[in-house]
């Protein structure tokens, strides 16, 4: 039965570009993007066994043979159903925002199998036939009405620039649609590790959906009874979100089972769907030659992308032997193509038989494994032969599996055989398939045990995984026989202890001498190899090494002397929460009043649209970007003549193609001193450099074509990819020295002179900015230029340097923004540079170009957060009050001088204290990696980060508590700052004294030095770090706005000139046009922001945008009130409508615009701040918890509290994965970035926020010199993360100092598990028993 919908014939009459007669007489299908004219329009009519048909959201769809085999769910959700909601950005699993839910056909059951959550990227097309996918449009809408999930995220705040908000959704419609177990808070929070928001730090999003708990505690129950009068209560529907009779399954109409055989000719491949063995032998006898895909969960390209290309691709998903499973057959059973979510929840089962009991073990380690859509994809038979094709691949289920004993049966034309998991990976694949896993019983005595280390608590690929079993004897601890010892992410080749095990045979794991006799066998055997991209050898092999230990703890119990008892058990993370408070003024609502974004429910239902969300336009063509694959090496030739050969290709641009200038900078010192070529031309500065763009009609054609482009070159030279590289070169070139702050003709004098002095050197790293919407624009040329639909933050820029590019006047430019999907500062200069090579493209082709730049590409050819070394020399005295402050500050510019911040960051080291002498000497260090940009708070992170360290650093010289060191270093009112300006009212006394209070502090002080006593292998630490920050309001910054009221119904329209990204500047302007004339907010809509209505609007950035705009507002209102009094003089209060009416009557311009500038004479002031950190570190291998974390901001009277507690939350989390857990490595060779994927990039997930998050805003606070008597928030709190590093480095000191050495030593960031290991300097040799 096929379903005609009008929307989808629209769409797909639009994308075919045929008419809608010839559409609608026949059944739908789906052709991508046609745009090509010389492309012909595909047969719409339906030829059988030449397509597959699936229903989106209850609405059938025909996929016909026109597609690539590798086209993803994805793809034809976006561009052939035309469902913008779902979004995309990794393709590779790692993210989450393309989570859709389905219902797929299970043919061992013979049943449709509840919705569960997928990974839509990683699905092929052509594997979806006759599923049920629901996407976030068929949830609800502004028309329908929305979900309740979507209006509990809405209401909950759980949004900021939305990007990953229909994935949120989706995964939580899914969980609550899968039936069976009752829902939790803690399967919620369980269910939500591979969604990555980079915006809201997760708590929002956490509570919100906890709220549909069945245990969802008192507050969170009142908090959605505050927010929904109409709350039903649980157990609601998940389909119309209330309390209602219908049945969820039904009310989606299940399709019949799928085909049970297809075979589909596409173009340059075919796909098969069998649905027994003896078919697919018979596929693979016939396809020997070739090079055969199976697709199970097809999640493997998330990890292996460049493992094809295949001609054949067999969907194994109807085999229903493959599904099979039986827990009671000796050993049991189970079909290679269950879910590692079947697995789980199986083998839990299968622990409640004693013989089993170790199945529970299993169970756990295979929940570490990806995240929950890829768990539901994706099968144990797929992992293991990743393992198999890959063998260095760290796989999980193969750790889980050998540690257990399992077998495996493979199947062939030839027969069956079954071979150890071991024997497996050594076995010949060909034409064979893996079909069942066996697993043993196992005798009560066995102690098995299997460990994971990640370099982020979820969702990410072991450092070293590990695996323990032997029978041992449960009073001498003597092991019984031979055990198994397993390792993953040593080296390709290696994986069982085989020496240890046999070494430990008959021995007692409680006798000191056979563990350390162990434990040095071990370490002899364990030879990790060296890869760049990898954690160090030393490390992978202690940390190897201590995870045997760590097993040997957990066996001998209380054997063990106290202290070192903790070490045997892993980090054990309880239920998150959190707590606001803040206090508003009802006097003034809607200004201050807490309301969700007015956005928020248009995020949550999809409806929200981004740039690549805009349908395509007629001939469009897309473009992918063209790299070099060196850094610091001359082109000799671009040769892109195989490209253009290459299916669908149109076209390739460079830098020959520029009509104007090969630049997307415009000079204007301090921050912009370079031009920066769109394309390069005769040099690569490093590997990853914009070299032009391949045009073709897909964008999937484009991408493919980009790697035939030739490109040739000469000179290469060892690249410089860090500040100490390019110190260890005697090359002044290297550097940009700016004048010392305060200079000081004899520094190392006037230290001298101190009683005390230090000399210290720091460093910190770099940082990608991750928004989830990756570098994207649209161009179209139109009658009077180009219109530009661009992901920017500062569009009058952009506007100038597209001019230039193309050598055309500024009014041939139309750009228009309605949001963007994350920024962070990386959408500021970096988006002029997709947006004038898209446009050089269009202007050459003549036609609509897209470029929306994947995600490797992305992390490779764009700038991030600047890495910095310090070198510092200061004076103190006795008490640890500061004399002097000096040293140099370099700073990593990457590759152009271009936005480099040593200077603002030496100016901003002074935080909120004081020093008679600063002396700082920044310098500008060029390196091979893109020219680095401004990431969210920039230069002010760095700035604090260095005096608190030097504060950090002076406490452990004095041995006196860092806290005390800081206090008595405050800055005081009248006292001159670094630039010798008189600071102003100094909060920090009043926000201590509240927090010391609020917090416990000296109470926890003394749990933790208890703690650090009892424990030898697990410490914690607390550190507090206080804040100014001064907000400046810098003449450049300039707003328009232009409200509008219309005469007909009196609703209101603003345009302002600042761009929404997520940090809720739309809901700021809007409560306060709602305040200034007097309307409720729902007559206000915000419209995009454009350079007509908003033209010369300089950059949103700095955090002051909100504010500036909501200044803007104000004016602006104020202005067309006056206007309107005349009348309410001449008639007296009239009702809104009836005085905008008479208003225009009497030919009053309902119009009325502000452009905000200097000369409003706005006065800066400083924010105050305090955060406090609590961890605790597992010292065995490097991995920690965040506690507690309490952020104390004066934030004024908060224009808008929801939104300014998301800014703080958002911040301080991405600052805590700047310190703690986001690296950035570079090949040494070539200079390639190696964290160019979601699979080695980890920012922040749900479980690596702090288990307990306490916002408070300070009361009673006005700022008298603030917009509506506000503070900025955007920023700030991420400066004051660094408490959270100075936390683990409390605790890693208390390890040092119990290895005996008490010298002082400072953390660089980021603290990944690696680094802590070293610093704590965890050694094998003290892995004892006693
Ligand atoms: C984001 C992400 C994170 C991940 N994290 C981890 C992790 O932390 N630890 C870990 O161990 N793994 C991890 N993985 C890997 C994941 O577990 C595997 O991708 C998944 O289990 C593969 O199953 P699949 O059904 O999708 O296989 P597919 O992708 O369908 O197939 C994978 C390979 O196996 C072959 N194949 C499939 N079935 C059979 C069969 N029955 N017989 C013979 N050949 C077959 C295919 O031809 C293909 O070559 C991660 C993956 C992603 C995408
Ligand atoms: S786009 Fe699918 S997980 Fe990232
Ligand atoms: S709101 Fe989650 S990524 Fe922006």
Request: net charge negative; hydrophobic share 35%; charged share 20%.
């Amino acid at each position: 039965m096929t379903y005609h919908c009008l929307h989808v014939l629209a769409s797909v009459k639009m994308v075919a570009g045929v008419s809608e007669g010839e559409v609608s007489t026949s059944v739908l299908c789906f052709i991508l993007h046609p745009t090509d004219s010389k492309m012909k329009p595909k047969s719409f009519m339906k030829v059988p066994g030449s397509s597959i048909s699936l229903k989106i959201n209850g609405k059938e769809y025909l996929v016909d043979n026109s597609l690539d085999a590798d086209t993803s769910l994805n793809d034809f959700i976006r561009d052939g159903a035309g469902l913008k909601g779902t979004k995309v950005m990794c393709r590779e699993g790692g993210c989450g925002c393309c989570v859709v839910g389905v219902r797929t056909f299970n043919p061992h059951s013979n049943t449709y199998q509840p919705l569960r959550a997928l990974s839509s990227c990683l699905v092929p097309i052509y594997a979806c036939d006759k599923w049920d996918v629901v996407t976030v449009e068929g949830l609800g809408s502004c028309k329908t009405g929305y979900h309740a999930v979507q209006q509990r995220l809405a209401d909950f705040n759980g949004t900021q620039c939305g990007y990953c908000s229909s994935g949120m959704v989706m995964n939580m419609y899914s969980l609550m649609s899968g039936g069976g177990e009752k829902l939790t808070m803690q399967k919620v929070e369980d269910s939500f590790d591979g969604n990555i928001c980079r915006c809201t730090g997760y708590r929002p999003i956490l509570d919100a959906f906890k709220s549909f708990a069945e245990d969802a505690t008192p507050e969170l129950q009142q908090k959605v009874a505050d927010i929904e009068e109409a709350w039903k209560g649980m157990g609601m529907c998940p389909r119309t979100g209330e309390v209602c009779d219908c049945k969820d399954d039904e009310a989606r109409g299940s399709s019949s089972g799928p085909e049970p055989y297809v075979h589909l000719v596409l173009s340059g491949s075919e796909w098969y769907r069998i649905t027994d063995l003896s078919g697919l032998y018979n596929i693979l006898d016939s396809h020997r030659s070739e090079k055969v895909r199976l697709v199970l969960g097809n999640t493997g390209v998330g990890v292996y992308k460049n493992d094809g290309p295949y001609v054949t691709y067999v969907d194994l998903s109807g085999i229903g032997d493959l599904f099979s499973y039986s827990l009671k057959a000796r050993p049991m059973e189970f079909g290679a193509g269950l879910s590692l979510t079947k697995m789980i929840q199986l083998l839990d089962e299968a622990s409640q038989d004693n013989a089993y009991s170790y199945a529970a073990v299993l169970a756990k380690h295979i929940r570490k494994i990806a995240n929950v859509p890829v768990r539901n994809g994706g099968s144990w038979g797929g992992n293991m032969m990743m393992k198999h094709d890959h063998p260095e691949f760290p796989s999980d289920v193969f750790i889980a599996l050998e540690t257990a004993g399992a077998s495996v049966k493979i199947g062939s034309s030839q027969g069956e055989r079954t071979l150890t998991v071991k024997e497996f990976l050594k076995a010949d694949m060909e034409q064979s398939v893996l079909l069942t896993l066996y697993l043993p019983p196992k005798s009560p005595d066995t102690a098995m045990r299997t460990f994971k280390v990640m370099p982020r608590s979820q969702n990410a690929h072991a450092y070293v995984n590990a695996g323990f079993a032997a029978r041992i004897h449960p009073e001498t601890f003597v092991v019984l026989a031979p055990p198994t010892f397993v390792f993953g992410g040593i080296r390709a080749d290696f994986d069982h202890a085989t020496q240890t095990e046999s070494f430990v045979v008959n021995k007692s794991l409680a006798d000191e001498g056979v563990l350390q006799a162990a434990l040095n066998i071990l370490g002899g055997e364990i030879q990790p190899d060296s890869q760049p991209a990898d954690a160090s050898p030393t490390y992978r092999r202690t940390l190897a090494q201590a995870l045997f230990y760590k097993w040997v703890l957990g066996i001998v119990g209380e054997v063990a002397g106290g202290r070192m008892r903790s070490g045997g058990s892993g980090l054990e993370r309880p239920l998150s929460s959190g707590k606001q408070s803040y206090t508003t003024d009802k006097d003034t609502y809607p200004i201050s009043e807490p309301i969700p974004k007015v956005e928020a429910r248009a995020q949550t239902s999809g409806e929200a649209q981004y740039v690549n969300d805009i349908p395509h336009f007629p001939e469009e063509l897309q473009a992918a970007v063209v790299t070099t694959s060196v850094g610091n090496a001359n082109i000799k030739n671009i040769d892109p003549t195989d490209a253009l050969a290459m299916p669908g290709v149109v076209g390739f641009v460079d830098h020959r193609d520029v009509r104007g200038e090969n630049t997307f900078c415009k000079l204007s010192p301090p921050f912009n001193l370079e031009l920066e070529p769109i394309f390069t031309k005769n040099r690569s500065q490093y590997a990853g450099q914009p070299i032009g763009l391949i045009l073709a009609r897909t964008r999937r054609e484009a991408e493919e074509a980009v790697n035939k482009v030739r490109v040739e070159y000469t000179d290469a030279k060892k690249p410089i990819l860090s500040i100490r590289d390019a110190l260890a070169r005697p090359d002044e070139t290297l550097m940009k020295h700016f004048d010392p702050l305060m200079p000081c003709e004899s520094y190392d004098e006037v230290v001298g002179k101190a009683k005390y002095t230090l000399e210290g050197e720091i460093e910190f790293g770099s940082q990608h900015h991750f928004y989830l919407e990756t570098q994207v624009c649209i161009c179209v040329p139109v009658e009077d230029g180009l219109d530009i639909y661009p992901a920017s933050q500062s569009i009058d820029d952009l506007q100038d340097v597209v001019a230039q590019t193309l050598g055309i006047p500024n009014n041939r430019i139309n750009i228009r923004v309605r949001r963007l999907g994350g920024a962070f500062g990386g959408k500021i200069s970096r988006a002029n540079m997709p947006a004038a090579a898209c446009a050089i493209a269009a202007d050459k082709f003549n036609c609509p170009v897209r470029l929306v730049m994947n995600f490797n590409t992305n992390l490779e050819a764009v700038g991030k957060r600047l890495p910095y070394l310090i070198k510092y020399k200061v004076g103190f005295d006795e008490k640890g009050k500061l004399s002097s402050v000096g040293g140099t500050i370099y700073s990593d510019v990457g590759c152009s001088y271009n936005e480099s911040m040593a200077s603002f960051a030496a100016i901003m080291s002074q935080n909120c204290y004081y020093s008679p002498v600063w002396h700082w000497k920044p310098v500008s260090v060029l390196t091979n990696t893109p020219s680095n940009t401004w990431t969210r708070a920039p230069g002010t992170t760095e700035g604090i980060a260095i005096i608190e360290h030097i504060m950090e650093h002076i406490a452990e010289k004095l041995g006196k508590d860092p806290l005390a060191v800081r206090e008595i270093n405050f800055i005081h009112e009248g006292e001159k700052d670094m630039m010798g300006k008189p600071v102003g009212p100094n909060q920090l006394p009043v926000l201590i004294q509240q927090f010391k209070e609020s917090s416990q502090f000296p109470q926890r002080q003394d749990d933790i030095k208890n703690f650090n006593q009892e424990n030898r292998w697990r410490k914690r630490g607390l550190s507090v770090v206080p804040m100014k920050y001064p907000v400046g309001y810098p003449p450049f910054f300039k707003y328009g706005i232009l409200v509008s009221v219309y005469h007909q119904d009196g609703t209101v329209a603003v345009e302002h000139g600042g761009i929404e990204m997520g940090q809720g500047i739309n809901t700021k302007v809007a409560q306060v046009c709602a305040r200034e004339l007097g309307i409720p907010l729902w007559k206000i809509q915000v419209k995009p922001t454009t350079n007509l209505a908003s033209a010369n609007s300089s950059v949103t950035g700095g955090s002051m945008g909100s504010e500036l705009c909501a200044h803007a507002a104000a004016l602006a209102c104020k202005e067309l009130m006056g206007r309107l009094e005349p009348i309410r003089t001449k008639k007296g209060q009239l009702p809104w409508v009836d005085l905008i009416k008479t208003a225009f009557q009497e030919n009053i311009d309902l119009t009325s615009k502000h452009f905000y500038t200097k000369m409003d004479e706005l006065k800066g002031y400083d924010i105050w701040g305090l955060a406090c950190a609590e961890v605790e570190v597992d010292i065995l291998t490097g991995e920690k918890q965040v506690l507690r974390v309490d952020v104390m901001e004066d934030v004024g009277v908060s224009m808008s509290p929801l939104v300014d507690v998301g800014q703080v939350e958002g911040a301080f989390i991405m600052g805590m994965g700047y310190w703690l857990q986001e690296k950035m490595k570079y090949h040494p060779d070539t200079g390639k970035n190696l964290s160019n994927s979601t699979w080695e990039y980890k920012p922040p997930t749900t479980k690596d926020i702090p288990i307990d998050f306490r916002i408070t805003f300070l009361q009673d606070a006005p700022n008298p010199h603030g917009v509506q008597r506000s503070k900025a928030t955007a920023e700030p709190p991420l400066c004051m993360s660094v408490c959270s590093l100075f936390a683990v480095r409390h605790a890693v000191s208390a390890a040092r100092n119990d290895a005996g050495n008490t010298q002082p030593y400072l953390l660089a960031g980021p603290a990944t598990n690696d680094e802590i290991q070293a610093e704590a300097l965890t050694h094998p040799k003290d892995f004892k028993l006693r």
